[in-house]
């Protein structure tokens, strides 16, 4: 089946830590994107990616980082220096054109 | 900052019911124009996406644009239980080579059976 995975579902972070969400898709798609949803707030853009070994900031970068190193594969980490990052993070696709994007399933970090 | 004004309900419906959700936006550089539906806990599903203004339909849902108003639609007939979830408005635009997504906050709707 042709589609969008993040891993893992759920994450839970101690405070001061690093970690990593994993992204793959098998659509072919050449864009790649992280958004982050809080309640009341729709998504907001934290990165993306039009092609492999070039990203660019979105919206809300301070605090994450991102790699594209595969076509398939646009890992997210988050960074101790990211103040609040207990968050929904959705991963998303897009062959590009008009900027029809899909999402991957989302990963619910926690940070206790 | 391009800027969606979406309601965010929550919206509650008879099982039944004509649904109406409504998007504005005020810059004209918007080109293309998507609804994604989310369920609780999951990722948004694009359900429909048009350029032009007017209608297009899919089975129960129409998306209506009107461009000239800024101002965009999803209409739901005979709305169904299953049809409860979040509805995202989401608007295209090119810059910097690329096409961007700018949401809108999101309609919660119910529909009681």
């Known amino acids: 089946d042709g589609g969008i995975t993040q891993s893992p579902k759920y994450l839970f972070r101690k405070e001061g830590q690093n970690v990593t969400l994993s992204c793959e898709q098998n659509?072919?798609?050449?864009?790649m994107y992280w958004y982050r949803q809080d309640p009341g707030q729709g998504l907001r853009l934290i990165y993306y990616?039009?092609?492999?070994?070039?990203?660019q900031k979105g919206d809300i970068a301070e605090g994450y980082s991102v790699s594209r190193e595969k076509k398939e594969s646009f890992p997210l980490t988050v960074t101790s220096a990211q103040k609040n990052p207990t968050a929904f993070y959705l991963c998303?696709?897009?062959?590009?054109?008009?900027?029809?994007?899909?999402f991957g399933p989302g990963t619910r970090l926690t940070v206790l | 900052q391009k800027e969606v004004e979406q309601d965010p309900g929550p919206l509650s419906v008879p099982e039944g019911a004509i649904v109406s959700l409504n998007c504005t936006y005020s810059?004209?550089?918007?080109?293309?124009f998507m609804w994604y539906r989310q369920y609780s806990r999951k990722g948004p599903e694009l359900l429909m996406y048009?350029?032009?203004?007017g209608n297009k339909e899919d089975g129960r849902f129409t998306a209506q644009v009107d461009k000239s108003s800024k101002y965009i639609s999803l209409f739901i007939r005979d709305s169904q239980p299953s049809d409860s979830a979040t509805y995202l408005c989401?608007?295209?635009?090119?810059?910097?080579?690329?096409?961007?997504?700018?949401f809108g906050k999101g309609t919660k709707l119910s529909v009681i059976p």
């Open positions: 990616s039009q092609i492999v070994n070039d990203f």
């Open positions: 810059n004209s550089a918007f080109q293309y």
């Open positions: 659509l072919n798609h050449d864009a």
């Open positions: 048009t350029y032009s203004s």
């Open positions: 998303a696709s897009s062959m590009g054109g008009p900027g029809l994007q899909f």
């Open positions: 989401a608007m295209s635009w090119s810059g910097a080579g690329s096409y961007q997504l700018t």
